[in-house]
């Protein structure tokens, strides 16, 4: 009984250890065949500088090593990597958080011609939503409102607000931490609102559309100094320059694979004529990486990308921006406003058309009445307005009582 | 027969459907177990705003909502989030790289001991290392030696190269765009070194040291701009502070748990004196935290963690500068490098100290013997030298021969 007793120990511990091996080689093997694939990617794009994927470890990386590199992280920093960039997964959009200069990395979303036709019939409206400090990040690396009043700056949406669906995620995009970064005005009710309509426009075309905006910080032309400024109590950094990295996958046919274009835009933080075309602020996918020192899309194979986007939108005025122009007229609400905004759309060319002056003088002349009204019931004495009240009501009790006789 | 079959596979279909579902809610149950502790946790340190963990998800984070981040992060960001801060593993440290700056964001190191004994046996030396770009990240985003050349600044090192056993450790500190950035060279050579030096003595009375190097870009005092200079054609940004944080851990004993201590110190990019103590370079954690933006040792439950290092280095002079001091003159090759080393030494304070005067006395006295040496040697005519010469060699000829004939 013993001697059977040992013997089906030794051969179940020999099972066990055999199968332990078994299970390590063919992990390994699997790893190494991978690796093999990716190697084999890698050199098919060497002569393209930038496809070099910069996640991937250069050697042959197996699972010995990648224990072992588990093993010495674990000694070096055994408390885990210090949080630089932590990332906020929301409804409509994904964003990197800049802690140290309290605005966005980058903030990246996707249309979709099914994301437009929802959003045609949505119920969601920004007047109803507030500017919030994110609650997910502690206090002292958050933006606050505090920091952006009295700046003379905007709070520029990355992702704008009418790309939300429903009222919560609308209020997820007035999250000043992961969403908003200190924006000129005239930048950005002009140019970066023409590039985000052009986007969403184009996006009926294509399968679908990957957008990712963020700031730069570049050094002044000519000079060998980065120079930028914190706004508020809590030293909001103020970019110079804004990009938009858009990517497009045109819809597949039976005979081909999908096709994916690429293009990148930098806007300067600073007025900027709203007719400015497209290819004027287009520059390439390298230069704007070196500039922000991060890599776009880093599983995507840019050798089966074409780096221009084909629908460039023409240079001439469009009629979306005289509606936009109207409607700003419509809301302004002082005559002082109103005045700024006729500055405003001088540079920017819009006063030459029929329509914006018309919806200026309107306006003008409705703002002058008020005024009128406000000036004659401030000089008129308070005795007199009340006596026109007093006989007012009694007017109506005599005329009512007459009715109710009758 | 058939109802038999049917029978078995209708059995085997449920028991198989029966086991996906068990398994499914175990896991369900496991994952909300370790949430909950981790809320439980959270919770503890709830009075103490510098202990949430920024990197956990705030809310109750199940497998479910786990799987629909990921599908909704495929959705928006099909190829992967844009790289930021790879992070580099070498032998002696590791680094995250800021690839817009072009220099580390941090660099971790880690000192026990055992380290230090094997240090002492060491065979590698700094002489026969130079500096090179790091191979692994692309040309874009990587720092060359050029750029740091007739910039008049050095190239620091954040993980010290005398902390490298081998060889091939030591050349990996010697790499550009990982582990060096433009620093000072008066606050490099001193208070940066004494620094350096501080971290590893400490280590033998420790089970553990580890510390954080990394730069800052901090907006000057009393003014709302950020302003760093950019050196090179590959344009490396020069921080205008730099930090460390040092975390220590003491042995511990059967009858308590390891005890944690942490400090933050920060320096500025400029010339300092090499005697200001410690103490009036610290600064605390959550200061530090808020300039650079990072969240260090995010797994660490600082509610553990005394904030405050115990062992603070005297302010006096240290024995090891006035070694450091003569060390350095002795190894000056010019008269020009020496007086530039001497105002140095006066404005540290350092050549009140006999020793370092007298290294310098000598110092002078051979380069000054040296160049006397290269004059009469530059003045003689050609023909008298080479007469010289010849006249030499006949002359051992002529000994040698009659050395021989004896």
Redesign the interface.
Known sequence: MSSLHSFCHSFLSFFLSFHFLLLYFTMHRLLSTVNGWKMKMMKKGESD??S?P??I??KQYCLYQFLL?RL??R?????????????R?R?S??A?V?????IP??V???YSSSLLKALESRNASRNKCRFVAD???????AAKNEDYLRSGLSRGHMAPAGAQKTMSEMQDSFNLTTNILPQDFDCNAFLWRRLEHWTKEISVNHQ?V?V?SGPI?R?QEGT????????GKG?V?VPTHLFKVI?TKDKKSWYSRAKYSMAAYVVPNAPIVISTPLNEIEVSI?SL????????????DRSRVVMHLQDQEPAAMDPQHIEWASKDIQYARSLWFLKMLEERYQRQGLMKDGTVQMAMKQQKKKLNWNARKKVVSYFLPTSVKDAIYVCGSIAACVAGGWYYGN
């Open positions: 500088a930038r070099v910069i996640q470890q250069p590199d010495h992280i000694r070096i920093l055994p408390f885990g990597f210090p949080t630089i960039c932590p990332v997964i409804k959009y994904v990197g800049d802690m140290a200069k309290k990395f980058f990246a979303e996707a609650p997910t990040v502690p206090d002292k690396y679908g990957y990712i910080f050094p060998n100094c980065v120079e930028y400024q914190v706004i030293r950094a990517l390298d990486e070196e500039q922000t020192g991060m890599y776009f899309h880093p599983k995507l």
